[in-house]
């Protein structure tokens, strides 16, 4: 079991307080991201979790018992690390093994468990290497494998896949989602990267200067955005943000539209533009057009291949049911 | 693309470094052929360099004259005594430095090696006064304490460097695995850190036996470790070549085929942090 309950925790570094006032729960067995760009206190909440940290004010829940003040070896979470942190002078079995070599469990169920985390995790022809010897990916292997073995209330990932290469991230995103489909066990995951955020997470929590901006599961985050922040990071490319005249028209501040809501003609349409730099994807085609009603360029999608060429006059079309409305707080207005 | 080295530049690159090594060896070799010589061709002039009449005679003299054992077996207490006080005391803070800073922390750091700058000799009184006061002069004891807290700054600074090149997520991770304080200590930092402390002990022991201003001037007889051993051969009774050099030998020996022994280990203890 691991549902983690946060209540008005904060955390002060020195004079400088880098997280306010927050309260969160993570249900258990719940696949949650924090996700935020760097500096946001993603990684910090993520260590006060854990224990890494002592927290300023507040208390943290674990299963419904106080670990406010609990050290990191008593919460019974399994963190994986962004440098992987394995012990360099042990085996990849030895690494395995630590946790339960901790827990003063006997060498046949140490065994058995290395045993069973190794085939599931194909490490089985490593166990006598040491993470010198290893690849990076096969390092985050052993990593996660010290995580499981101990069969913790939760687990934390900080940043977990970003040392890897692109393809390799793809593969690890897969086979962590996976694990959590089959262990069913809390897990936390920090990322910068919102399409890990996106693909991976039952729940996200955006965070932004120490501040929680919107928690929800992706889809609700990705419609109906609380404010312009979780707007403008959530999905990519980008929502289009536009203020002025036409964001007046709509009674709002800021109207926001995501490029997929906007159709590209050559004949008519609401917004009269020129196209910019184009990004041809194959599967499909992002265009940049420059536009009176909007300061910066818009990013719009095609379906499939168009071929626009740079200069072309263009009629840009929003679907009014998919325009977001932010008020002057860059609240989200119904 | 690797350079490519010639056979023959190969060769004057090894000539010229045989050259170098053997400038810098040559007092030492000089002191050790000396010491076989007799006291008249020790002074010969032109120098005799090998055709001499090799004898062990100042050996024995040296032998009979005093009880070289004693001597060696204060330098050993002395210089491993104070090595072992000394690691003792820097390893926690060297420890807690590297892992748990403070914003003081680097000002410490400096303001400890500031300490090295101070001339010994402008603390000799006051340490001499104390001394008496204690009860400490030509004691093994005190020279232990002095020469620890002499070398102190130099071991802290070792291991502070040292233990910095290890990632502290590891310990951490350590940590979250269930590791108390002790078996993070145990089982994690101390196998990884084992090249530094032994390449400190190592340079410390050679630091603490070659030092000579405090062993000379807060010793006498019962502490006197080698160094004045050597210098009682510089005596009023008249220059004794051969026989200061037969002392000296016997005095670098030890530490000299130690030194021989762990240069790989030195050599590495000394340049850590600089190349990686």
């Known amino acids: 079991m691991g549902r983690i309950q946060l209540k008005q925790v904060t955390k002060s570094f ?89 827990a003063k469990l006997d060498q046949a169920e140490i065994d058995k468990r290395v045993n069973g985390a190794a085939s599931v995790l194909n ?59 089959r262990l069913a066990t809390t897990m936390i995951y920090v990322t910068h990267d919102q399409v890990e955020a996106m693909t991976m997470a039952d729940k996200i929590v955006v965070l932004h200067a120490g501040v929680i901006e919107q928690v929800g599961s992706p889809l609700e985050l990705y419609q109906r955005p609380r404010n312009t922040f979780v707007a403008g990071f959530i999905g990519s490319p980008k929502m289009n943000l536009i203020t002025g005249s036409e964001a007046t028209k709509h009674d709002a501040t800021t109207i926001g539209i995501r490029p997929e809501h906007i159709d590209i003609s050559e004949t008519d349409g609401t917004w009269k533009g020129t196209i910019g730099v184009s990004e041809h994807l194959g599967s499909d085609t992002f265009f940049h057009v420059l536009c009176d009603a909007s300061s910066e360029p818009l990013t719009v999608r095609a379906s499939g291949e168009r071929d626009l060429k740079y200069g072309t006059e263009v009629y840009l079309t929003p679907r009014l049911e998919n325009l977001h409305r932010f008020d002057q707080q860059g609240l989200r207005i119904e | 693309m690797a350079r490519a080295v010639t056979t023959q530049r190969k060769a004057i690159n090894t000539t010229l470094a045989w050259a170098i090594g ?34 062990l005679e100042n050996y ?73 006061q204690l009860g400490l002069l030509d004691s093994r004891i005190g020279l232990v304490i002095v020469m620890m807290l002499i070398n102190l700054p130099i071991i802290v600074w070792m291991l502070y460097t040292y233990f910095r090149e290890i990632p ?56 006197a470790p080698l160094t004045a051993f050597i210098a009682s051969y510089s005596s009023p009774e008249g220059l004794f070549f051969a026989k200061l050099s037969a002392a000296s030998t016997m005095a670098i020996a030890p530490i000299l085929i130690l030194g021989w022994f762990s240069q790989k280990q030195l050599v590495r203890g000394l340049t850590f942090g600089a190349v990686k």
């Open chain 2, 22 to 55: 053997l400038l810098i060896f040559f007092p030492i070799l000089w002191t050790i052929l000396t010491s076989f010589k007799t006291e008249a061709q020790a002074i010969a002039n032109p120098p005799i360099f090998i055709g001499f009449d090799w004898t």
């Open chain 1, 123 to 181: 490490l089985t022809d490593y166990l006598d290497r040491r993470p010198g010897q290893l690849s990076g990916g096969q390092r985050q292997r052993v990593a996660i494998g010290r995580a499981i073995v101990r069969e913790p209330a939760a687990f934390l990932f900080d940043e977990p896949l970003s040392n890897l290469d692109a393809a390799l991230r793809v593969g690890m995103r897969l086979e962590i989602s996976e694990l959590h489909k």
């Open chain 2, 168 to 223: 502290g997520e590891i310990l951490e991770a350590a940590r979250m695995d269930g590791a108390s304080l002790r078996e993070e200590l145990l089982y994690v930092l101390t196998p990884m850190a084992i090249p530094g402390i032994a390449s400190t002990i190592l340079l410390n022991f050679i630091l603490a036996w070659n030092e000579a201003f405090w062993t000379l001037n807060l010793t006498a007889v019962d502490a």
């Open chain 2, 60 to 132: 024995s003299i040296v032998q009979e004259r005093s009880n070289y054992m004693r001597f060696l077996w204060n330098s050993v207490i002395i210089a491993g005594g104070s090595t072992i006080l000394g690691i003792i005391i820097a390893v926690p803070a060297a420890w807690s430095m590297a892992f748990v800073p403070s914003k003081r922390t680097k000002d410490i750091l400096l303001w400890m090696l500031s300490t090295k700058m101070l001339p010994a000799v402008g603390v000799l009184y006051p340490i001499y006064l104390l001394f008496i």
């Open chain 1, 14 to 102: 020195g004079d400088v307080q880098v997280i306010p006032p927050l309260d969160l729960t993570i249900e258990d067995g719940e696949f949650t991201v924090f996700v935020g760009p760097s500096g946001c206190g993603k990684s910090t909440l993520l260590r006060l979790i854990a224990g890494l940290e002592d927290i300023s004010s507040g208390s943290i829940d674990i299963d419904g018992a106080d670990a406010t003040n609990v050290p990191p070896a008593k919460r019974g979470l399994a963190m994986v690390f962004q440098s992987y942190a394995l012990y360099p002078h042990m085996t990849v079995r030895k690494n395995i093994a630590f946790p339960l070599r901790m």
